[in-house]
Each structure stands twice: as structure tokens, then as C-alpha cells.
């Protein structure tokens, strides 16, 4: 009898903070706007708690157009937090959000996630380093069997962020495989397709899997 009442007791209470959860949640639109400011670290974007402006001690016009990125480009960060002053690496913020768009830090670079879910999709440069004496299509006729410096380039590429766990992966058909796991009618859906369909087909099955897995953020 007591075990029972006990566990009465703490579904009651379970259910109780989940109410209180829902109600300060609200599900994920494009009319969501994130707070403007720096997130510090992806808890401070799922809590949409970012720094503000008016904490970040930074020289420059706070309306100016590029605000973000000359913040972004000084070696430190600093702020106010409860009236004490905070300085921090500027490479170790995950990102800031603008006019209510969210933006992320990726490769020492700025760039804008334009479509969000609980698996959100964003564009973002790589860098490559290649071996000169190992890239067949650096052909010299002057070759020469001393070592030859390497060479860097950038590339363009794709990239998802899992909301459960802040993790980045890129965009290719194993990892949505590995995502749709989650939802077992979805991934037995997309497992029938054929090779061609699946890699056509990725981002339509990301917005159902958002569809059927929505987002939550506080409101504001």
C-alpha cells in the first residue's frame, strides 16, 4: 500500500512539472524569434537566453550592420554577468542570433541557419588540406622528389544540428538514415527506398521526421 502511494505521489508530481514545462513551452514556428544577442553555449540557445547587446562591452555602433562579425573577430569576448565582468575566447561562443535569426559559429566562420527543426539544416564552408605530391591533379613537369608544401581550400558543404544533443553532422544519406532511426514508421518508409531516392529525398524526410518530432522553445 505504500509503495503504491508512493508512486501515486511522484506521477502526480511528474505530471505536475510537466504541465508547468508545457506551459512555459511553445512549439516551434517560423514566427519564433530568437532573443538577439550572443548564445554562449547551445544550452543557452534552447533556453533562448542569450547575452545581450547592452551586457557586451564592445566599441562600436550597437546598430551597425556588421556588429556580429567584428565582435566575432576579436580574440575575446567580454561581458557583464550579475555586475561582474566576464571575458571569454571569442572562438568558444557557439554563435548569436540577429533580427531574430538564429546563426552559428562553424569552422571559425559565421554562418545563418535558415531552416530549423528538432534536426535543423545549414550551409557552412570546410576547410581541405591537401599534399601536393599527393594530389594527381597538381601535374609539374618540373617535379621534383623533395617535399612540396601543402595547400589548403575551401568547399562548400552541408550540415545538420540535432537539437537533443547539439551535435553537428554532415548532411549525407547514413546519417539521415541514423536520425530516422528514432521514428520507426519513418525510417522503415525511407529503408525501402533505393540508393538514388534516398539521397533525393533526405530533406523531405527531415521536415516529416520535424514534423512528427517538433521543437519547443520558452516563449518569449
Do not use: C
Not at 510537466?18 to 540557445?45: A, H, P
Not at 546598430?63 to 561582474?84: C, E, S, V
Amino acid at each position: 500500500m505504500k509503495q503504491k502511494l508512493l508512486y501515486i505521489f511522484f506521477f502526480a508530481v511528474s505530471n505536475l512539472f510537466s504541465q508547468v514545462d508545457s506551459v512555459n513551452l511553445i512549439k516551434y514556428s517560423t514566427d519564433y524569434r530568437f532573443k538577439d544577442g550572443i548564445f554562449l553555449t547551445f544550452e543557452y540557445v534552447k533556453s533562448n537566453s542569450p547575452i545581450p547587446k547592452t551586457n557586451i562591452q564592445f566599441i562600436t555602433e550597437s546598430d551597425d550592420i556588421d556588429y556580429y562579425t567584428k565582435l566575432f573577430n576579436q580574440k575575446k569576448i567580454t561581458y557583464t554577468d550579475n555586475g561582474k565582468t566576464v571575458e571569454i575566447s571569442s572562438e568558444n561562443v557557439w554563435g548569436f542570433s540577429k533580427n531574430g535569426t538564429l546563426y552559428i559559429q562553424w569552422n571559425n566562420e559565421l554562418f545563418r541557419i535558415p531552416y530549423i527543426g528538432s534536426i535543423s539544416h545549414f550551409i557552412a564552408n570546410v576547410t581541405l588540406y591537401r599534399d601536393r605530391f599527393q594530389d594527381p591533379f597538381m601535374y609539374d613537369p618540373y617535379f621534383s622528389s623533395f617535399p612540396q608544401p601543402s595547400y589548403s581550400s575551401k568547399e562548400t558543404r552541408q550540415f545538420l544540428l540535432d537539437f537533443s544533443s547539439g551535435q553537428i553532422i554532415e548532411y549525407n544519406v547514413q546519417n539521415v538514415s541514423a536520425i530516422l532511426m528514432r521514428d520507426t514508421e519513418l525510417f522503415d518508409e525511407y529503408n525501402l527506398l533505393k540508393k538514388r531516392k534516398k539521397r533525393q529525398l533526405m530533406f523531405l524526410y527531415i521536415r516529416r521526421f520535424n514534423e512528427r518530432n517538433p521543437l519547443y522553445f520558452p516563449k518569449n
